[in-house]
């Protein structure tokens, strides 16, 4: 579809969808991302977006039609160190019909959306090199022999879900995305899930209850250890163990193992002798700005994703 070249600038409105309108956003953004209606009207859902406020999906609108989106993720940073919980606003479905792209709408909703008169880094993000793709070797790492069972995402109860965000809760590590109320996870972290193909352990044990996720399990190529949470280093590592024992038994001739992220517990050291030096990759997209926080805390928050203790998994995004 070709581009509208001589649209008039000038009859452009910018606003936010209300909540009457919402509608129509959702139907913007599923052909664009190819999402069906359920998920992307969880934007708006309480269950699934409890924090959401009418205003934060900003709109561009042409002869009354909504041509171009930005949505603005309330998200909840909870700090371990001082039992705080910080605001986040997440940049998500920067979206415009294909023949209306080109014109500059994205930029002038972000704009709106953060309140700064230019673009990027000028506009004052920064990027936020996060470790990530954590590839160890099995060889030095003994199969555990412990009788779990590994399911898909899409076998998990609803008690189920309520024990994975119960877990979650109970471990965060110096900060951590807030999944609450559990329906986040039955939403966003299920979807999230289910498009890496992932299955996942939910282990109990006496007192002890952790769970660890492994993505792409269908593929050889892409399978790694996406996400586990666990109440201290032994029971981190039991769990890291069975996910390597799965995969070795799905994929006999894979030699290595990608972790999504840093242990929490386990340091450097301790990867190095449990598996051998690790190779740590690096994400370079994560973008963050600060707005009201103190400048300290600010910098204390990047810190801590820059040295990997803390993660965005992507069970948090959404």
Same mark, same amino acid.
């Given at each position: ?35 069906? @209606? ?31 989106? *930005?949505?603005?993720?309330? /998200?909840? /940073? ?31 909703? *972000? ?25 160890? !070797? ?15 995402? =899409? ?5 189920? @879900? ?23 996870? !039955? ?51 039991? *769990? ?12 006999? =001739? ?7 992220? /840093?242990?929490?517990?386990? &340091?450097?050291?301790? *990867? &190095? ?5 690790? !190779? ?23 810190? =801590? ?14």
């Amino acid at each position: 579809m070709n581009s509208v070249s001589n649209i008039d600038i000038s009859s452009i409105i910018y606003r936010y969808v209300e909540k009457h309108e919402q509608q129509h956003a959702v139907d913007l953004w599923c052909p664009i991302f190819k999402t069906n @209606f359920n998920v992307e009207k969880s934007y708006f859902s309480l269950d699934a977006s409890p924090n959401y406020e009418e205003g934060d999906t900003l709109g561009a609108w042409y002869n009354d039609k909504l041509i171009s989106t *930005l949505h603005i993720r309330r /998200l909840i /940073l909870f700090s371990n160190e001082n039992n705080k919980k910080y605001l986040c606003g997440g940049i998500t479905n920067v979206a415009t019909r294909e023949e209306y792209r080109n014109h500059g709408f994205s930029r002038h909703l *972000l704009q709106m959306g953060t309140g700064r008169p230019n673009h990027y880094s000028v506009f004052g993000w920064e990027q936020v090199p996060q470790p990530i793709k954590i590839i160890i !070797q099995w060889k030095t790492i003994s199969s555990l022999d412990i009788d779990v069972v590994w399911r898909p995402i =899409s076998d998990l109860s609803s008690e189920d @879900f309520e024990l994975l965000h119960k877990i979650h809760s109970n471990n965060p590590r110096i900060y951590q995305i807030v999944r609450t109320p559990s329906t986040i996870f !039955q939403h966003w972290v299920k979807m999230r899930w289910e498009s890496n193909h992932a299955i996942v352990c939910l282990y109990e044990h006496k007192e002890e209850q952790g769970y660890v996720v492994i993505g792409k399990s269908d593929n050889e190529a892409d399978i790694c250890v996406l996400e586990w949470q666990a109440p201290n280093r032994n029971l981190e590592q039991k *769990l890291l163990s069975l996910a390597v024992t799965e995969i070795r038994q799905r994929y006999e =001739s894979k030699k290595v193992i990608c972790l999504f992220a /840093l242990p929490k517990y386990m &340091t450097i050291e301790d *990867l &190095t002798q449990w598996a051998g030096p690790p !190779q740590i990759g690096i994400n370079q997209e994560i973008m963050m700005r600060n707005i009201r926080l103190p400048k300290e805390i600010y910098e204390k928050i990047k810190i =801590s994703y820059s040295n990997g203790s803390t993660v965005f998994w992507s069970g948090d995004y959404f």
